[in-house]
């Protein structure tokens, strides 16, 4: 059974840049069909995909966080990770790795990392 | 981007009661809806995909159905362990999206 685990600092001081890492255990990364991607929430609010990629190297990114995410695969440690350059207050939030295939219907979730940004 | 809008935003309700939940999306989307459930302190959990495709392991009570931009989420005999948020997701066009969520409490 595939399942997630998202590592990484939980607190980012502002105008740094967010990295976290996804683990991936179960299952090989680099399946066919398979994408990978992030989805954030922040406290009390609702669910923003953030971007995606699969093995290949092929990435999709949300046009409104764009400019400041690098979405990046490592097949050989079955990871894959999320950077956010130029954090703010309003980047903070829960952030969940994901799986999903080509209907883009997100499952298996991680457990979610909250991530503060705060000096 | 589409837009997707839930209502309502909270409920309450009482152990067996049926509920429904809508979504509308800001354009048709056909039937590229899914549902999820979230627990406080949890990640979502998918429920029901493509509109009206129950996830392996989800009871027989969940139910979808819609297509176009509007659609429902049945919950026909409200369990103890259903007390969640459910939001809905389209996933006709990047950017994917999410309605704001439906908080169901204990009446």
């Known amino acids: 059974q595939l399942q997630l685990q998202e590592s990484g600092p939980g607190l980012v001081k502002p105008s740094e840049t967010l990295s976290l890492t996804c683990t991936v255990f179960?299952?090989?990364?680099?399946?066919?069909?398979?994408?990978w991607g992030w989805i954030r929430q922040p406290p009390g609010k609702g669910l923003e995909w953030i971007a995606s990629?699969?093995?290949?190297?092929?990435?999709y990114y949300n046009p409104s966080l764009k400019s400041r995410v690098i979405i990046s695969v490592d097949t050989s440690k079955n990871q894959f990770s999320l950077m956010l350059s130029s954090v703010t207050a309003a980047d903070t939030a829960v952030y969940y790795c994901?799986?999903?295939?080509?209907?883009?219907?997100?499952?298996?979730w991680g457990q979610g990392t909250l991530v503060t940004v705060s000096s | 981007d589409i837009q997707m809008t839930q209502s309502p935003s909270s409920l309450s309700a009482s152990v067996g009661d049926r509920v429904t939940i809508t979504c509308r999306a800001s354009?048709?989307?056909?039937?590229?809806l899914n549902w999820y459930q979230q627990k406080p302190g949890k990640a979502p959990k998918l429920l029901i995909y493509?509109?009206?495709s129950l996830q392996s392991g989800v009871p027989s009570r969940f139910s979808g159905s819609g297509s176009g931009t509007d659609f429902t989420l049945t919950i026909s005999c409200l369990q103890p362990e259903d007390f969640a948020t459910y939001c809905c997701?389209?996933?006709?066009?990047?950017?994917?999206?999410f309605g704001q969520g439906t908080m169901v409490e204990i009446k």
């Open positions: 994901v799986s999903h295939s080509r209907n883009n219907w997100f499952d298996p």
């Open positions: 179960g299952g090989s990364i680099s399946s066919s069909g398979y994408y």
């Open positions: 990629i699969y093995y290949s190297g092929s990435t």
């Open positions: 354009q048709s989307i056909s039937t590229y």
């Open positions: 493509a509109a009206s």
């Open positions: 997701q389209q996933s006709y066009s990047s950017p994917w999206t």
